[in-house]
């Protein structure tokens, strides 16, 4: 059975109830985990709590040493936690690796800049005085962490955390928090003091809301969903802690006439069905100009049908099962909707069948065409493997209907004119927009949200800002 880890410790819940971790390509039992609670939160955020006096006094020198030996010792187990996220999240070992490493640049990131931090001298009118600007950390920080890339968004709040001298607790999603802890109990046996790092499973009702509405708690950094994010921001508000928000997305692709098509195929392809299409800023909603459309989808209908789906423990499996039943049912249920609406499945829309798919919760890789504004899966996050495409005349009228969203996390565009490209990006109401380029989450560029897809940025230095309060001193000679 797998323990929480608090004040150094690996630990049952106080009330010694524990829940299962199932596996969603066969409904397999991968572990028991403890059933945390308010009482057990309140143990972590007091660990936390005593650490942060001697941390954040910690050079920053130190901290990142230790950061450092905490990645090598991550990357020398990185196979077999790859295989334990394959069985809990269910993505193909081959991306659970990609997740990992990806984790572990960006820990490497942010023990990078711990020691490169400063502050400033400020001269002030009388020159018997000066000002002085310094940065400090927070405190306790509580990161509350989704399943569908359960390591590299626990990194993004960790990682920034540790680094500027607080101390965390992590909460992981209740349906994958095996590889979260084994990676922060090696974390602790890279030598990190007692207490710096806490994980309590459990719950998002019981754990998250004791950790959001903890007095010492400093700092919440939430990623889920935004009705989730209105909540944790409502709680954390009341006493004005810290907060980021990362939440849900529909990210628009855009394929202009001159776009380089197999690249943008490329694009689109494994935009929308990387982690079975269950990242924040896969692409959501294709835009292609009518004068490429046809030829554009029928390439993409041959590639699309290339995606083995399967459980992601074979090597050749590109779409692993949706996560769980209910993201299939709603998956099934935005498909069904925007077919009753007049749009056309032109690939997948349904279940696959045969030996290996009884159990998992598989879908189709789905496109879908003559999609309605009103349908669904056009207005809603759609957090699975289905693609809507809309034919749009030009640019205009591309970013009216991609800005018509109540999110904004991401976006591309996709053309070989560069100053088209730069006045779309300048349009688009999102946080990110590649150009010619993936929706990938890069360590060194600040990401996150605007409209409904949250508050702050993670992610390159900007991050850093969020995790440390800013202090003037002013000194009289
Ligand atoms: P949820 O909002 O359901 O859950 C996210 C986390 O919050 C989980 O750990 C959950 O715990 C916890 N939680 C649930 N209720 C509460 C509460 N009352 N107080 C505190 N914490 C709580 O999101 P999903 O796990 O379903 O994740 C998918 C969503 O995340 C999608 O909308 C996706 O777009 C978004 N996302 C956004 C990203 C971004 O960077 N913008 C990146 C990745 C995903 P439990 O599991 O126990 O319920």
Redesign the pocket.
Known sequence: MAKMFIGGESVDSLTKHVYEVRNPANGELVDTVPKGNAEDVRRAVDAADTAFKSWSETTAEARAKWLFKAVDLIHENIQELSVLLCHEQGKPVKEAVTEIDHFLHGLSFYAGLAAKLRGSYVPLPDNKMYGMVIKQPLGVCAA??????PIT?MGTKVGPALATGNTVVV?????TPLTTIRIIELMAKAGMPNGVINVVT????V???A??AHAKVRRVA????????K??MA?AGQDFKRITL????SDPMIVCDDAEIDKALTGAAVGRYFNCG????AVKRLFVFESVYDMFVSKLVDKVKKLKVGNGMSADTRIGPLHNEAQRAEIEEQVQDAVSRGARVIFGGKRPEGPGFEKGFFYLPTLLVDVPDNARVATE?V?GPALPIFKVKDLDEAIAKANSSIYG?GSSIWTKDLTRARRGAERLQAGNVWINSLHI?YDEMP???VKQ??IGR?HGPEALEYYLETKGIVVAT
Do not use: D, R, Y
Not at 171 to 175: E, F, N
């Open positions: 509350i962490v989704p399943w569908n890339f968004l909460k992981p999603a209740s349906s459990g719950p998002g009702g754990v998250g809301e950790l959001i939430f990623t889920g969903e935004s009705k989730t994010g909540h944790v709680v990362e939440l849900g997305g269950q990242a924040c800023l996050e957090f996390l989450g990401f996150g949200g897809s949250g993670e």
